[in-house]
C-alpha cells in the first residue's frame, strides 16, 4: 500500500502547486481583489475622504445605480459622545439586479442594497471597504445567480477603484 501512496502524495502536491501558481496568475491579471475571511474587499482611495466620497458618488450616479443614503458614522457617534475616526456608509443599488438575490432566498435582504464604507484608518489612510458578492451568495445559500453576483462584483470593484488612482 506504501508504493502507492507516494505517488499518489506526489500527485496531489504537483496539483496543489499547481492550483497555488495559477491562482497567483489569475490575480497577477486584474481578476476582482481577493476578500478576507470575513468577506470584506479593502481598497486604498488615492483622496481625501470628502473627495474619495463625492467620487463614489459620483460613479454611482454615472453607471445609473440608485443611491439611497449617505450615513456619516462619525458624526453619529459624536451625537452619542463617542469619538469615532471619520466613517461613512454609502447604500445604494440597482433594484432589478439586487432583488433577484432575495428572490433566491429573502434573507439575502441583509446584504442589500450595496453598503460601501469609506473611512480613515488609524494611520490617516482612507480606505474604501464592501463585502464580496461570492461571500455573500455562500453566506446565503444562493446557487442560481451566478452571472448576477459576478456582474455585482464587477460593478462594486469598479466603483471602489474609481478612487485609486488620480
Known amino acids: 500500500m506504501s508504493n502507492r501512496l507516494i505517488p499518489f502524495c506526489a500527485a496531489a502536491l504537483a496539483a496543489l502547486s499547481l492550483v497555488a501558481t495559477s491562482a497567483r496568475f489569475v490575480q497577477a491579471e486584474g481578476a476582482p481583489p481577493a476578500a478576507s475571511a470575513s468577506g470584506v474587499i479593502t481598497n486604498q482611495s488615492a483622496y481625501g475622504l470628502d473627495e474619495t466620497v463625492a467620487r463614489l458618488k459620483k460613479d454611482i450616479a454615472a453607471q445609473g445605480i440608485t443611491f439611497f443614503q449617505e450615513i456619516d458614522q462619525s458624526a453619529l457617534a459624536a451625537k452619542a459622545g463617542i469619538t469615532l475616526r471619520p466613517s461613512i456608509l454609502l447604500v445604494f443599488g440597482n433594484p432589478p439586479l439586487g432583488t433577484q438575490f432575495i428572490t433566491a432566498n429573502p434573507q439575502a435582504g441583509l446584504d442589500w442594497p450595496v453598503r460601501m464604507l469609506v473611512y480613515r484608518d488609524e494611520t490617516g489612510t482612507v480606505r474604501v471597504a464592501y463585502t464580496d458578492f461570492g461571500w455573500i451568495a455562500?453566506?446565503?445559500?444562493?446557487?442560481?445567480?451566478?452571472?448576477?453576483?459576478?456582474?455585482?462584483?464587477?460593478?462594486a470593484a469598479s466603483i471602489a477603484g474609481s478612487v485609486s488612482g488620480r
Open 138 to 155: 455562500r453566506r446565503h445559500g444562493v446557487a442560481t445567480r451566478d452571472a448576477q453576483f459576478r456582474m455585482a462584483s464587477e460593478v
